[in-house]
């Protein structure tokens, strides 16, 4: 649907289409000049009388032509912003009565320096042979690779035909639709896709490379470069288990096919729920928690945050807190309830370390921070995630258990199944839903919970982590002469979660002595340990404690890979290994390592 045009700059919409529309795109990638040619069609609706503008979200979009219906078009870029981009403002040539449609084309060329898109050389590949490319949308960067009002309270279904050069393989957050030959190029291929269900803008997703897949399961594939792909079929064989957790818990999956895409090492995030089409990163382990509990959290977003999605960036919690809930829940199912409480301890001091990186009254650390002129990139942490579960995780308790709560969340994601939501929504729905117990609900403190910065007063159980809390406090403690007490058993009794709080607990206190942080080396060979979760924390740990020799292979962490979890920081430190930067970092990443070291973003370019 669209209204009049919105006038305010700083809005990140500008003007409505219908809560539930269709793309239809076309593709062709070029990997000589890193850009895609395209051409969208939008379906539009006028919601008054003598509708004749409207205005798209754009990102350093070469725009070619626009027409209506088939006519010609006028339209002008307006002022660019920072982060938002440009608007694109078109007039239709004719008007349009309220209730009637206009389909609106869009023929453009993205920019090689798209903030959506990164292009990968051969050299950069597992395979080394062929290029490749890869889009992360999330928050507002799909405007960079589609104009679109790019904003999650519009959902699209989509059809989109990519050509692509014949010797490698796209892929997209959509159902595969089948391939041809390009009728203009008998050196490319087109491969078709349809995504029925309505998303936002910001699960567009494509992918292109030498790719192969393997069957995982009866709704599964996994997707990688040869070299990695019958690995990445092993670790993900469990794929088909948590997916029929997930549905006990949450109702019916309703986008067909769950397949996973493992990226190259500078993916910036541990997975996106892309529809269809999960994308994991190469840093995920199946000797330890990271790879079950990802997939268990991309999984959980096929209900919270694809199906029921927020309707602005404030309200990321719905989208995260209800996610990390419902990842837990299965991790509950398959592992017990001491489990769960296991890690949301761990999340916990995620969420202690998001509120000291921020400072306890920085309003980002709000479960709804105020984002207006706020790049939502700046304020991603683990307080959406956190924060949110730590709220649901109350009134869990308050309003009965587990099992009872679930009912809520299920019945909350029925409710607002396709479409998307603010807090309030969220909020009315709970008082609803729990109809009996709302002189309870009265009784919490929304205020403190949803618009007050620092930590929330929650407190889970800490059962498994005790053994983890007396193994870290013999460390602290220690002088010189204990150290011998420290034996390889230490380590050998924990689990790869256990190791992991281990030395989390130690980053919440003052750095070790360089002689502990040595001889904890000696005694449990932490080195060789290659789960990513587990050398991330150890590698900080020895450059907290400025032991040189860790130094090289913090900095090789930080930049193979390009995790902003991992990534950030190591880089954070002050010691030499701020002073390199990273080679072929996604442009999120390399924009916020640059401002976490206050030097222009492209200083991190080259070494």
Same mark, same amino acid.
Request: charge should be neutral; glycine fraction near 4%; proline fraction near 6%.
């Given at each position: 649907?669209?209204?009049?045009?919105?006038?305010?700059?700083?809005?990140?919409?500008?003007?409505?289409?219908?809560?539930?529309?269709?793309?239809?795109?076309?593709?062709?990638?070029?990997?000589?000049?890193?850009?895609?040619?395209?051409?969208?069609?939008?379906?539009?609706?006028?919601?008054?009388?003598?509708?004749?503008?409207?205005?798209?979200?754009?990102?350093?979009?070469?725009?070619?032509?626009?027409?209506?219906?088939?006519?010609?078009?006028?339209?002008?870029?307006?002022?660019?912003?920072?982060?938002?981009?440009?608007?694109?403002?078109?007039?239709?040539?004719?008007?349009?009565?309220?209730?009637?449609?206009?389909?609106?084309?869009?023929?453009?060329?993205?920019?090689?320096?798209?903030?959506?898109?990164?292009?990968?050389?051969?050299?950069?590949?597992?395979?080394?042979?062929?290029?490749?490319?890869?889009?992360?949308?999330?928050?507002?960067?799909?405007?960079?690779?589609?104009?679109?009002?790019?904003?999650?309270?519009?959902?699209?279904?989509?059809?989109?035909?990519?050509?692509?050069?014949?010797?490698?393989?796209?892929?997209?957050?959509?159902?595969?639709?089948?391939?041809?030959?390009?009728?203009?190029?008998?050196?490319?291929?087109?491969?078709?896709?349809?995504?029925?269900?309505?998303?936002?803008?910001?699960?567009?997703?494509?992918?292109?490379?030498?790719?192969?897949?393997?069957?995982?399961?009866?709704?599964?594939?996994?997707?990688?470069?040869?070299?990695?792909?019958?690995?990445?079929?092993?670790?993900?064989?469990?794929?088909?288990?948590?997916?029929?957790?997930?549905?006990?818990?949450?109702?019916?999956?309703?986008?067909?096919?769950?397949?996973?895409?493992?990226?190259?090492?500078?993916?910036?995030?541990?997975?996106?729920?892309?529809?269809?089409?999960?994308?994991?990163?190469?840093?995920?382990?199946?000797?330890?928690?990271?790879?079950?509990?990802?997939?268990?959290?991309?999984?959980?977003?096929?209900?919270?945050?694809?199906?029921?999605?927020?309707?602005?960036?404030?309200?990321?919690?719905?989208?995260?807190?209800?996610?990390?809930?419902?990842?837990?829940?299965?991790?509950?199912?398959?592992?017990?309830?001491?489990?769960?409480?296991?890690?949301?301890?761990?999340?916990?001091?995620?969420?202690?370390?998001?509120?000291?990186?921020?400072?306890?009254?920085?309003?980002?650390?709000?479960?709804?921070?105020?984002?207006?002129?706020?790049?939502?990139?700046?304020?991603?942490?683990?307080?959406?995630?956190?924060?949110?579960?730590?709220?649901?995780?109350?009134?869990?308790?308050?309003?009965?258990?587990?099992?009872?709560?679930?009912?809520?969340?299920?019945?909350?994601?029925?409710?607002?199944?396709?479409?998307?939501?603010?807090?309030?929504?969220?909020?009315?729905?709970?008082?609803?839903?729990?109809?009996?117990?709302?002189?309870?609900?009265?009784?919490?403190?929304?205020?403190?919970?949803?618009?007050?910065?620092?930590?929330?007063?929650?407190?889970?159980? *800490?059962?498994?982590?005790?053994?983890?809390? =007396? &193994?870290?406090?013999?460390?602290? +403690?220690?002088?010189?002469?204990?150290? @011998? %007490?420290?034996?390889?058993?230490?380590?050998?009794?924990?689990?790869?979660?256990?190791?992991?709080?281990?030395?989390?607990?130690?980053?919440?206190?003052?750095?070790?002595?360089?002689?502990?942080?040595?001889?904890?080396?000696?005694?449990?060979?932490?080195?060789?340990?290659?789960?990513?979760?587990?050398?991330?924390?150890?590698?900080?740990?020895?450059?907290?404690?400025?032991?040189?020799?860790?130094?090289?292979?913090?900095?090789?962490?930080?930049?193979?890979?390009?995790?902003?979890?991992?990534?950030?920081?190591?880089?954070?430190?002050?010691?030499?290994?701020?002073?390199?930067?990273? *080679?072929?970092?996604?442009?999120?990443?390399? =924009? &916020?390592?640059?401002?976490?070291? +206050?030097?222009?973003?492209?200083?991190? @370019? %080259?070494?």
């Amino acid at each position: 649907r669209a209204g009049r045009r919105k006038t305010s700059p700083s809005a990140f919409l500008y003007f409505k289409i219908k809560t539930r529309s269709h793309l239809n795109l076309t593709l062709l990638v070029d990997f000589d000049r890193h850009v895609i040619k395209a051409k969208v069609e939008l379906t539009v609706e006028a919601l008054e009388d003598r509708f004749s503008a409207l205005t798209l979200d754009t990102k350093d979009l070469k725009v070619i032509s626009v027409s209506a219906n088939g006519q010609s078009a006028r339209f002008s870029l307006g002022p660019k912003h920072s982060f938002k981009g440009t608007p694109l403002d078109i007039t239709l040539p004719f008007e349009l009565s309220r209730g009637q449609h206009v389909i609106v084309e869009v023929t453009y060329e993205t920019s090689p320096s798209a903030s959506a898109l990164q292009w990968l050389t051969p050299e950069q590949t597992a395979g080394k042979k062929q290029p490749y490319l890869f889009s992360q949308c999330q928050a507002h960067h799909c405007r960079s690779m589609v104009p679109c009002q790019d904003s999650p309270s519009i959902k699209h279904s989509y059809y989109a035909q990519v050509s692509v050069p014949k010797d490698l393989v796209a892929v997209m957050s959509a159902v595969r639709d089948g391939q041809e030959a390009d009728p203009q190029d008998n050196n490319r291929i087109i491969y078709r896709f349809r995504q029925p269900v309505p998303m936002p803008s910001y699960l567009i997703a494509i992918v292109v490379g030498a790719l192969e897949s393997r069957e995982i399961g009866p709704r599964s594939r996994v997707w990688s470069e040869k070299e990695f792909v019958d690995k990445a079929a092993f670790e993900f064989s469990e794929t088909e288990t948590m997916l029929k957790t997930a549905e006990g818990l949450a109702g019916p999956y309703v986008w067909g096919q769950y397949d996973i895409l493992v990226l190259p090492p500078s993916f910036p995030y541990g997975g996106m729920e892309n529809p269809c089409l999960t994308f994991a990163t190469p840093t995920l382990s199946p000797s330890g928690c990271s790879l079950c509990q990802v997939i268990a959290h991309e999984i959980s977003h096929s209900w919270t945050g694809n199906l029921v999605s927020n309707k602005t960036w404030e309200h990321f919690w719905l989208n995260e807190g209800h996610t990390v809930y419902l990842e837990r829940m299965i991790g509950r199912s398959l592992e017990g309830e001491a489990f769960r409480q296991f890690k949301a301890i761990g999340g916990w001091k995620d969420l202690q370390d998001s509120v000291n990186t921020f400072g306890a009254n920085n309003p980002l650390t709000n479960l709804i921070p105020r984002l207006q002129d706020v790049n939502p990139d700046e304020a991603f942490s683990s307080v959406p995630y956190e924060k949110g579960f730590a709220l649901l995780y109350h009134l869990e308790e308050l309003m009965g258990g587990p099992e009872v709560f679930m009912g809520f969340v299920k019945s909350y994601i029925q409710m607002f199944a396709y479409s998307s939501v603010t807090s309030e929504d969220w909020k009315s729905y709970l008082f609803t839903y729990f109809k009996d117990k709302v002189d309870v609900l009265n009784k919490v403190d929304w205020n403190a919970w949803m618009f007050t910065p620092g930590m929330p007063p929650v407190k889970y159980d *800490t059962t498994l982590a005790d053994a983890c809390i =007396a &193994l870290s406090q013999r460390w602290i +403690k220690a002088k010189d002469q204990d150290l @011998s %007490s420290f034996q390889d058993h230490d380590v050998k009794v924990l689990s790869s979660h256990q190791l992991i709080e281990f030395l989390s607990l130690l980053l919440h206190e003052d750095p070790l002595p360089l002689t502990h942080v040595k001889k904890m080396q000696e005694v449990y060979d932490l080195n060789a340990f290659m789960n990513s979760e587990i050398r991330f924390r150890w590698l900080r740990l020895c450059v907290r404690c400025r032991w040189e020799e860790a130094v090289p292979m913090a900095l090789k962490m930080a930049t193979e890979q390009g995790r902003m979890k991992f990534t950030r920081p190591l880089f954070r430190y002050p010691t030499s290994l701020t002073q390199n930067l990273v *080679t072929a970092m996604h442009p999120v990443t390399a =924009a &916020l390592v640059a401002k976490d070291l +206050k030097v222009d973003a492209s200083q991190t @370019s %080259s070494l």
